[in-house]
């Protein structure tokens, strides 16, 4: 029916070309417009102005000599004001634009080893941009934005990558599990040191006070009793611990079998040993 009265709907982010006897007239834009085709008027096509977007895989090589697949995702539109350029120009936009893409990208990659492909990618997008904007203008073509959407190896470098990163990693782990052991064995190194000074501390403290306590109870017997020595106090003294010691050891019922010596001769070994140790100990103090 529209064509029947001459009228023509153009959509909304859409121009058509009109065209007079096979010859560019106009651009069209979104509306409602009358074409007489009678005239020789008609509509060669229409034109979208929406944001495209063209993802292109280039598979190419590293200076390393590691292939990879790079994909790019390019961005972009016809412009309005130049439509009839964008429409007669070209008519595979899109294979230009993966043209331009795979020429930049397979200058630029084996320039750099794998790792500053990486690391390089942004600025290896930046020049696909570039060189694609310079071109595609002149087909009336705005490009909006270039990504470099993935990067990938070879599957087995792939997989030496990970593994080369995973020893690493438990290297690294190795390293401070080690450190971690050594700062334990060195902090229980010195507890133990620690501990066995204070321990040799108070045995010292504890065999000079019964001294002192042995001392003082010699000289104090042998002044409230007159005629006795200081060896025969001592004798005594050591006879009454040799059988205190023997009725605790007796009555303890968790003690385990110990043999020793005894009898009169026996008693008098032990006091001559213990007796050349407290005089040992009183010198040294």
């Excluded at 439509?83 to 294979?95: D, H, I, P, R, V």
């Excluded at 990504?147 to 593994?163: G, Q, Y």
């Amino acid at each position: 029916m529209g064509n029947l009265f001459c009228c023509v709907q153009v959509d909304q982010s859409t121009v058509a070309i009109k065209e007079q006897f096979g010859k560019y007239q106009d651009v069209l834009e979104p509306g409602c417009h009358c074409v007489p085709w009678f005239l020789g008027s008609q509509l060669a096509g229409h034109l979208s102005l929406r944001v495209q977007q063209l993802d292109v895989r280039c598979e190419t090589k590293t200076k390393d000599n590691v292939f990879v697949n790079v994909v790019a995702s390019i961005q972009y539109r016809a412009i309005a004001d130049k439509a009839n350029e964008a429409f007669y120009k070209l008519s595979n936009t899109k294979g230009q634009i993966q043209a331009y893409v795979f020429d930049v990208i397979r200058a630029s990659v084996p320039k750099l080893i794998l790792d500053d492909v990486f690391e390089q990618k942004n600025e290896i997008a930046k020049a696909v941009e570039e060189e694609l904007e310079k071109a595609m203008s002149a087909y009336g073509y705005e490009i909006v934005q270039t990504l470099i959407v993935d990067i990938v190896p070879d599957e087995h470098v792939k997989r030496a990558m990970n593994e080369i990163n995973a020893a690493a990693r438990l290297r690294v782990a190795a390293n401070e599990k080690a450190e971690a052991e050594k700062i334990l064995q060195i902090k229980r190194a010195e507890g133990e040191a620690e501990s066995k000074y204070l321990s040799g501390l108070g045995i010292a403290r504890q065999r000079q006070a019964i001294v002192d306590g042995l001392r003082d109870s010699v000289l104090g017997f042998s002044i409230n009793v007159p005629g006795t020595t200081a060896k025969d106090v001592m004798d005594m003294v050591l006879v009454t611990q040799y059988f205190d010691t023997m009725k605790e050891i007796g009555a303890s019922s968790k003690s385990s079998a110990v043999f020793i010596p005894h009898g009169p001769g026996a008693v008098k070994e032990v006091a001559q040993q213990i007796r050349d140790g407290l005089l040992q100990a009183s010198v040294g103090h």
